[in-house]
């Protein structure tokens, strides 16, 4: 692991303010969250990564995956910006695919990406 993040870590802000992965992230229970928190730092610190942690979905969009203590999948899904890794949406998986739902939100939000202030927390 390199001793320096080779991606800062932010999440997506809503015109309203809202950040919804952080939000997500709020309603889970401590344990989930570590888990969560720790699968996305190796991210941060070794970008590029690849399976069983990392997938990418389509052009500049990728999840990442992480088995929770319970025994539930979640996924995070983001997208590159700079040297920024964007926070796009949070779910727990329920299905072998990712909803069309999902996947729209992620789609959604990285687009909006491209044009908006990204919010540092």
């Not at 309203?16 to 991210?43: C, E, M, S, T, Y």
């Amino acid at each position: 692991m390199n001793d320096q993040p080779v991606l800062n870590v932010t999440f997506f802000c809503t015109d309203a303010g809202r950040l919804p992965v952080q939000q997500w992230l709020k309603n889970l229970n401590k344990a989930d969250r570590k888990i969560i928190g720790r699968d996305i730092h190796f991210v941060q610190f070794d970008w590029p990564l690849g399976m069983p942690l990392v997938r990418k979905i389509e052009t500049y969009l990728w999840e990442v995956r992480s088995q929770l203590s319970s025994g539930r999948i979640s996924r995070v899904l983001f997208t590159i910006r700079g040297n920024e890794m964007v926070l796009l949406h949070g779910f727990i998986k329920k299905s072998q695919r990712i909803s069309q739902t999902d996947l729209s939100v992620a789609r959604h939000r990285k687009n909006l990406c491209q044009s908006r202030r990204i919010v540092n927390e």
